[in-house]
């Protein structure tokens, strides 16, 4: 299988936040954006196997600023790490000022893992990445930290298996 680079699976979507997309205070519904960022990242993890893919885990979500309405959204998503047949996806968040001077600003961001799955639903193989920027190599190292610490939250690894946990905190 061919090694494949995060730019392969960019997926950039733009939405505009409409009145029936917020909340009480005229700032997008939480839940919208959650809706908006797994089709995103979903839509960039078929990119990376082009094979079926199901949303595993919503890992991290950080809703750092209230998006207000008639805001002009940005999502852009890409595979940072592909482990057998599973795949971690982050996804960034930006608002343009369509008021003032149309500057773009990061707001929010989020982590999903998606399994790519055959028509049975049965998980399959998906190509390795080779990360290309600084900030690829960044998220490509961490996703294992993230992966192993998901599996100990879930119960499905001890505490003790988990190399890449343990030598954050423990010198050899």
Known sequence: MKVKTPRESLTVMTEIVLPNDTNNLGNLFGGQLLSWMDRCSAISAHRHCKKQVVTAAVNNVSFNQAIPIASIVTLEAKVSRAFKSSMEVFVDVYVEDQKVDGKRTYTNEAIYTFVAVDEFGSPVEIPAIEPQTKIEKMRFEGALRRKQ????????????EATELKALFMED
């Open 149 to 160: 610490l998901g599996l100990i939250l879930s119960g499905k690894m001890q505490p003790n």
